[in-house]
């Protein structure tokens, strides 16, 4: 197996290096007279930026795509705070909802389309599902909008190359079932958020090995999680 199938999760380093940088220019333009912070308060919107920053830097479309619309919502309510804009951000609340329709729309009609390749593909909006994938599978989509989803992927046939799978949710949960036996690698960002790997895997034993299946994406207010697969795990094939 090899692990370079997934783009590395955020630098720790970067997100403190974004927030210093624009809390400096911010200061730096109020003592210069270009602009009137008002009190430090006037700076909160920089953390919605940094969050967007962090988001959009994941990999995976949802986390590209709600990461530049986070990124968006922040400068313009700094925009708004430190007078530059007058506009107010919340007088636009119907056209995040109609964003919110567009993406949802997308992400099905996306989902629909992975088969093909086998990859796995699945949106939770809302509401529970369980999912159990058997046959040959390279990777696959994994989203939650305020929904809990279980995906099973006891009976999936692995190969030379880690499965990748993108999981991106928005205050849901995402459980991914594995074979015990199955290397996890996690590169799942919470923002806030929790990931976490249950089966009480063998960190020392597990860092010796290539991952059989790698998790990446970002976790907002949600949770992305490894359990045990109940299912009989299939044999190995070799890569095509």
């Excluded at 700076?43 to 959009?56: D, E, M």
């Excluded at 919110?100 to 796995?120: E, N």
């Amino acid at each position: 197996m090899t692990g370079t199938a997934a783009a590395p999760l955020v630098p720790r380093g970067l997100l403190p290096g974004v927030a210093t940088l624009l809390v400096g220019a911010v200061f730096l333009a109020d003592s210069l007279g270009m602009l009137d912070t008002g009190t430090g308060w006037a700076i909160w919107p920089i953390a919605v930026i940094v969050a967007g920053v962090a988001v959009r830097l994941q990999p995976g479309v949802a986390s590209r795509v709600v990461g530049v619309v986070v990124i968006v919502a922040g400068i313009w309510l700094l925009f708004n705070e430190i007078g530059i804009w007058t506009y107010s951000f919340w007088r636009t609340w119907p056209l995040i909802l109609i964003l919110l329709g567009a993406w949802m729309r997308y992400r099905t009609w996306h989902m629909q389309h992975l088969a093909a390749a086998q990859q796995v593909g699945a949106f939770v909006f809302l509401s529970q599902v369980t999912r159990r994938t058997t046959g040959r599978v390279r990777g696959g989509e994994l989203s939650a909008l305020a929904g809990d989803g279980t995906f099973d992927f006891g009976g999936a046939i692995p190969s030379s190359e880690p499965i990748v799978l993108d999981a991106f949710v928005i205050a849901g949960r995402i459980r991914v079932a594995v074979p015990s036996d199955w290397t996890v690698e996690m590169r799942v960002l919470p923002v806030p958020g929790r990931v976490s790997d249950a089966r009480g895997q063998d960190s020392s034993d597990a860092a010796r090995r290539n991952a059989d299946l790698i998790v990446q994406g970002a976790a907002i207010l949600g949770i992305v999680e490894v359990i045990a697969s109940t299912a009989t795990p299939q044999p190995a094939i070799a890569a095509i």
